[in-house]
């Protein structure tokens, strides 16, 4: 795909969060959110990077460990969950709409996950397509902010692959 002419701004996204349910997974749409998703932590391959020396000169750096890139983004409070509407809080949390829902890594523990994509727009801009971030196997934590106006923040690890497009 050849480079975009147009920037792209917080107005051209939209987040979802899609649990492992067969057939017809959950899905949470973040609504009245503020076009601030946030994605640290990239580094190549998803592995850390460690540094070996010899009495102070560095002889090789190497890839390591696994790396898990965090991201977050937050939304206006209009609700803080519900019971049956797919609410982010809800989805993040397993309660509500979400608790009989499956984990994206059911079977490697007991830790709720979920993918999160950001859809950012393209098409409209004469891209070839749109573009998105697919972050696989996520844990969140949520949060709840007074304010003017009120605030509902996300964020989370990603334990799985990350892919771009």
């Not at 609504?31 to 592995?47: N, P, S």
């Amino acid at each position: 795909m050849a480079h975009s002419a147009v920037a792209k701004n917080f107005r051209d996204g939209i987040i979802t969060l899609t649990d492992a349910t067969p057939v017809t997974p959950l899905v949470a749409t973040a609504i009245y959110e503020d076009g601030d998703f946030k994605l640290d932590g990239l580094v190549q391959g998803l592995k850390e990077h460690a540094n070996y020396e010899d009495r102070g000169v560095r002889l090789s750096t190497r890839k390591t460990k696994s790396a898990f890139p965090t991201f977050s983004f937050s939304a206006i409070m209009t609700d803080l969950a519900d019971n049956t509407d797919k609410h982010i809080v809800n989805a993040a949390l397993k309660t509500g709409a979400f608790s009989a829902g499956v984990s994206t890594t059911a079977a490697k523990g007991d830790v709720w996950t979920m993918d999160v994509v950001i859809t950012i727009e393209g098409t409209n801009f004469s891209d070839e397509a749109d573009h998105s971030i697919t972050l696989e196997d996520c844990a969140f934590v949520a949060g709840v902010a007074e304010g003017d106006p009120n605030k509902l923040t996300i964020s989370g690890t990603c334990y799985g692959a990350i892919t771009m497009v």
